[in-house]
């Protein structure tokens, strides 16, 4: 087992880089007093947004993450939290409650706090916290985006034959170039002759036979389960159902007649109307007879 000082070391240093827990959260119900100190309540923060509290599967997360890892040592830490995810998942509500607690009652709190804060900001900042909301939201939806391409196997974009030639370069290194390096490697690439290049774009050509090939297998896959939404604009006319575009075809086809027919009955209508106007016309002119 950890010596209690390092326990109580790395404990403090993950409460502090948090920075959630208050003094009078529930968390002595979830971590021994002893392992922690006390942090500044979120209504001491006036000069930076106050930070939303840990749900209950986080804070589960944080106290045994340093278990998980202490007694399965040789464990990567992705599979330590799907261990702890399972162990989540497997706990009865009543285990559950304390930490659950804990975050409502922070989340309270929070609620508190975000408004004094937001009551303190001008007009200015307060738009300006808006925009970086907005741009946070739109980097996490495209996080998601990608990782659910990554996870339904989408194919990787071809290199380009500069990229080959950089990979090549990397061989037997850590793979990340300082920009010093960078600008050499970029000026060595454009000093290269033709025939220097000629294998290096014969590679990326092959990299985009491969991927055309590849995307075509995939799209061909999204159809078949339904996601369309997936498949790019230029070759989503191929997986249109013909009944679709049988439809589609068939509104055009009758939209001109539907209006050639407006055109025909307001046309009839307009000439009865003209005859009952002339008819009404002459019997006014004609004098009757006087017998």
């Known amino acids: 087992m950890a010596p209690f000082s390092l326990m109580t070391a790395s404990v403090q240093l993950l409460a502090r880089s948090l920075s959630v827990f208050s003094g ?14 006390p942090v500044k309540s979120l209504s001491s923060q ?3 947004p106050p930070k939303r509290p840990l749900n209950g599967y986080m804070r589960y997360v ?3 993450m340093s278990v998980v890892s202490r007694l399965n040592p040789e464990v990567k830490k992705t599979d330590v939290m799907k261990k702890i995810g399972q162990q989540w998942s497997s706990m009865s509500p009543e285990q559950k409650r ?6 409502l009652q922070e989340k309270e709190q929070f609620s508190i706090t975000l408004q004094k804060y937001k009551a303190q900001l001008t007009p200015a900042e307060i738009q300006q916290q808006a ?3 907005s741009q946070r939201k739109a980097k996490r939806k495209a996080h998601r985006r990608k990782q659910e391409l990554r996870n339904l196997g989408k194919p990787k974009r071809p290199r380009t034959s500069f990229n080959i030639y950089l990979q090549e370069k990397a061989e037997g290194t850590s793979g990340i170039f300082s920009s ?3 600008k050499n490697l970029s000026q060595n690439w454009k000093n290269l002759l033709s025939h220097q290049k000629k294998a ?5 050509e092959d990299e985009k036979i491969r991927y055309k090939n590849e995307m075509k297998l995939w799209e061909d896959q999204m159809a078949k389960i339904g996601r369309l939404d997936l498949i790019r604009d230029k070759s989503l006319s191929a997986y249109r159902e013909p009944s679709t575009k049988a439809a589609a075809k068939s509104v055009k086809a009758t939209k001109p007649k539907q209006k050639e027919v407006t055109v025909t009955a307001q046309s009839e209508t307009t000439r009865k109307t003209t005859k009952q106007q002339g008819s009404a016309a002459t019997q006014l002119r004609t004098p009757k007879k006087i017998v």
Do not use: G, H, K
């Open 200 to 204: 290096y774009i014969e590679l990326a």
């Open 24 to 37: 009078t959260s529930l968390l002595s119900r979830v971590l021994p007093a002893a392992y922690t100190n």
């Open 180 to 182: 010093n390096n960078m």
């Open 98 to 103: 304390p930490f659950q607690e804990a975050f």
């Open 46 to 48: 006036v000069s930076s």
């Open 131 to 133: 925009l970086e909301d």
């Open 62 to 64: 944080i106290q045994q």
